[in-house]
Structure formats: C-alpha cells, structure tokens
T-cell receptor, first 113, second 112 residues
Framework: DQQVKQNSPSLSVQEGRISILNCDYT??????FLWYKKYPAEGPTFLIS?????DKNEDGRFTVFLNKSAKHLSLHIVPSQPGDSAVYFC????????????FGQGTRLTINP | NAGVTQTPKFRILKIGQSMTLQCAQD?????MYWYRQDPGMGLKLIYY???????DKGEVPNGYNVSRSTTEDFPLRLELAAPSQTSVYFC???????????FGSGTRLTVV
C-alpha cells in the first residue's frame, strides 16, 4: 500500500518557466511533509518542508503548497534553472515514532535550455 | 565535518554471501535510519534507531539485521544475500524535532 504517491515519473520544463511537482498521500496521520532533491550517485538532500497546519511555505524559488482536504501537496520552482535537474522525492512523517519518513517514488525533473 | 559516511560505495555479492554495510555520522545525531531505493519505488525504511542500544524494524526488515553500540555507528548486516536485495542503500540521521535528514551518498549493492 503506497501511502505517498508521485504519479509523474518524469517532467520536462523549459529554463525560466515554472516547474510543478505533485504528490498525493492517503494517511491522515501525517503531520509534516518534505521534499528532497537527489542528484545521481549522491544521497537525497533536504529541500523544503511544510507542517500539516499550514497551507503554504516559501523558500526563495521554492514553494510548497498543501491541500489537506484533497490530501495533495505540490512543489513549485520559479524560475526553473538547469541546476534544478534532479530527482525529487516527496516524503511524509507520521505523528508517532522516531520521525520516520514515508517516501514517494520520485519524479525526475529535467530543465531544458 | 564529514556528515554521514557510508562504505563501501559499490559491492557485488554472490548469492548466500554475507556482508556489512557501514554507516557513521559525526554530528552527534540520536536518530539513524537505513533505507533502500529500488528503481521506480522510492525509498523504503529497513531499520531505524533512536539511540545507542535501541533499534527497531521498518517497513522491509526481512533479510537484514542492525546494531547500534555507539551514537556514531549504525551498521547494516546482510546474512544470506539474495538477488532481491540488489538495491541502493542509504543511511540517514537526524535529531529530534529536525525533519531534515542528512543522508549518506549510498551503497550500490548487486547480488548475483
């Protein structure tokens, strides 16, 4: 049972435009949501997070939106840059227990010049 | 400051062999985790630890064992390697109330 889903395996965006990555979840007990970025042959790196009591969090070019009623979150990157080309993982934390994260399958973002 | 260090980076095992994947962190983090990443499947939690001497199973623990004798080290043991354990393994650490894990660079394991 996939509790966190990223239904788009890949996304291609032109440099300078907006990239929108989507994530859906099924477990109402998640209290925190995160996005990680991963380059080839490296470990994932933390990008941005949002608490379940908020609907938006912004950090520079990156904004995460949370729609609790739809159990959906999205990551917006504006403007997209070539260095943003990577795999992006959505993750969610359950309220109980050791800050374990449940990850989505990942979306490979390619920024074209 | 090295962060989270994983060794080896690559390994090929034969079916039935055993090995230990090493993970060490120098940030004095209480919480440590082992995940595996299979193509198109995201990261799945194998084992985790909230401190020295305390470990617990994650989502996919079968075929693995861990120990946590010190705060710094969290090795993952494969006793009888199987082809289904071919994967990329990531170790991560954090502290309470900090949601941003620090990940190691991974170990790519192939079982043939």
């Amino acid at each position: 049972d996939q509790q966190v889903k990223q239904n788009s395996p890949s996304l291609s965006v032109q440099e300078g435009r907006i990239s929108i990555l989507n994530c859906d979840y099924t477990n109402s007990m998640f209290d925190y949501f995160l996005w990680y970025k991963k380059y080839p042959a490296e470990g994932p790196t933390f990008l941005i997070s949002i608490s379940s009591i908020k609907d938006k969090n912004e950090d520079g070019r990156f904004t995460v939106f949370l729609n609790k009623s739809a159990k959906h979150l999205s990551l917006h990157i504006v403007p997209s840059q070539p260095g943003d080309s990577a795999v992006y993982f959505c993750a969610a934390r359950q309220i109980q227990g050791a800050q374990k994260l449940v990850f989505g399958q990942g979306t490979r973002l390619t920024i074209n010049p | 400051n090295a962060g989270v260090t994983q060794t080896p980076k690559f390994r090929i095992l034969k079916i039935g062999q055993s090995m230990t994947l090493q993970c060490a962190q120098d940030m004095n983090h209480n919480y440590m985790y082992w995940y595996r990443q299979d193509p198109g499947m995201g990261l799945k939690l194998i084992y985790y630890s909230v401190g020295a001497g305390i470990t617990d199973k994650g989502e996919v623990p079968n075929g693995y064992n861990v120990s946590r004798s010190t705060t710094e080290d969290f090795p993952l043991r494969l006793e009888l390697a199987a082809p289904s354990q071919t994967s990329v393994y990531f170790c991560a650490s954090t502290v309470p109330d900090d949601y941003g894990y620090t990940f190691g660079s991974g170990t790519r394991l192939t079982v043939v």
